[in-house]
């Protein structure tokens, strides 16, 4: 089978490998639609070739003996790790933080024609879809869990302010399910006016572009003085971690929605720390709870997750799709079909 391997952020190379082999509770899947993710372009992740892509959404095309509860034809969705529960930090809550998450893969990757399901994947996150969500909207079921899994941990009460600094296909994530948490005001702040117009569409009720803006004092206008009471930063920069913390209320959130490089610094006056009881909160990664939790808000039309998908190619041109992820302009989500582009989304905007 056709796989798209990645040797570097700009050495993306479509090479044959074998279709993977299945044993007893497994499943193979064909691959029918795979997201590119931001967190590939970050060079100190990953440093092994590895098979592009970790947002597939696949077709069961083989069934491992034993296997009962799927069967050839389904359509579905297998977070790319899986936690377990038998584990003090699974215990408490924490089951992307054990490190058995990070040791289960999807085999090979996401971006190639056929991948294997481990009994473990299929015993802890493993869904069905229903024909009500669409494969491409369900290419947003991973990352978008990610979001998810972080707005619980913002503590948003009913009608705060929201502020979202960075407004790529996250960003935007954010934007939009933050009022199924309780936001009233949504603000996002990004340097492109197209991802901006993109955040309104989303339903941002304001944007601010700190290029031609001091953002800080459009905060306070937009909102009778204040600050934010919840910022989500998305842009993994010291000076962009400064900005959010320097639009947080006293009292509020500062949640930190992706990582610097292993090194950086981040300062903070350690007296202002104190007194303006900020609350600052993480969250790697979507655990089985985050996907179940998404998926019944897509499928009951809370999440407009078709209108995140910018691009789409074919899997000869991955190369090209990955260069577009790099270049981070005017693009959300771009979808690459191992088995080729529907005719139907072929030059869907």
């Not at 074998?18 to 967190?39: N, Q, S």
């Not at 199924?180 to 339903?203: E, H, N, Q, Y």
């Not at 800080?216 to 934010?228: D, I, K, P, T, Y």
């Not at 104190?274 to 969250?283: E, H, K, L, N």
């Amino acid at each position: 089978m056709k796989a798209a391997i990645q040797y570097g952020i700009d050495d993306i190379r479509i090479e044959s490998l074998p279709v993977p082999e299945i044993g007893p509770g497994e499943l193979l899947l064909k691959t029918l639609a795979c997201g590119l993710c931001g967190g590939e372009t970050m060079a100190w992740y990953k440093t092994e070739p590895k098979v592009l892509g970790h947002e597939p959404i696949g077709e069961v095309v083989e069934v491992g003996r034993g296997v009962t509860d799927y069967r050839i034809g389904d359509r579905l969705f297998v977070n790319h790790h899986v936690g377990r529960i038998d584990s003090h930090l699974s215990r408490r809550g924490h089951f992307t933080r054990d490190p058995f998450y990070k040791s289960t893969r999807l085999d090979p990757g996401g971006v190639c024609e056929y991948y294997r399901v481990s009994a473990q994947h299929l015993a802890m996150d493993t869904h069905k879809l229903p024909e009500a969500i669409s494969t491409e909207a369900a290419v947003t079921i991973e990352p978008w869990s990610c979001v998810l899994s972080g707005l619980k941990v913002c503590h948003i009460q009913p009608g705060d302010t929201v502020a979202v600094v960075g407004a790529g296909f996250m960003g935007q994530g954010f934007v939009h399910l933050a009022p199924l948490f309780g936001a009233g005001k949504v603000v996002a702040l990004d340097f492109s006016d197209w991802r901006l117009a993109r955040a309104r569409a989303f339903g941002a009720t304001h944007t601010i572009n700190p290029a031609s803006e001091d953002a800080v004092e459009a905060m306070r206008a937009l909102n009778r003085g204040r600050l934010a009471d919840t910022v989500i930063v998305i842009a993994p920069f010291a000076a962009a971690w400064a900005q959010a913390l320097a639009l947080t209320e006293v009292g509020g959130c500062l949640h930190l929605g992706a990582p610097m490089p292993p090194g950086e610094s981040w300062a903070r006056d350690g007296n202002a720390a104190y007194f303006d009881q900020i609350t600052v909160t993480s969250r790697y990664s979507s655990d089985h709870t985050d996907t179940y939790s998404f998926i019944r808000l897509l499928e009951a039309g809370r999440i407009q997750a078709d209108a995140a998908i910018s691009h789409r190619f074919a899997l000869d041109d991955a190369a090209e799709a990955f260069a577009l992820l790099v270049a981070a302009r005017e693009s959300l989500k771009i979808v690459v079909y191992p088995h080729g582009v529907p005719a139907e989304k072929q030059g869907v905007a």
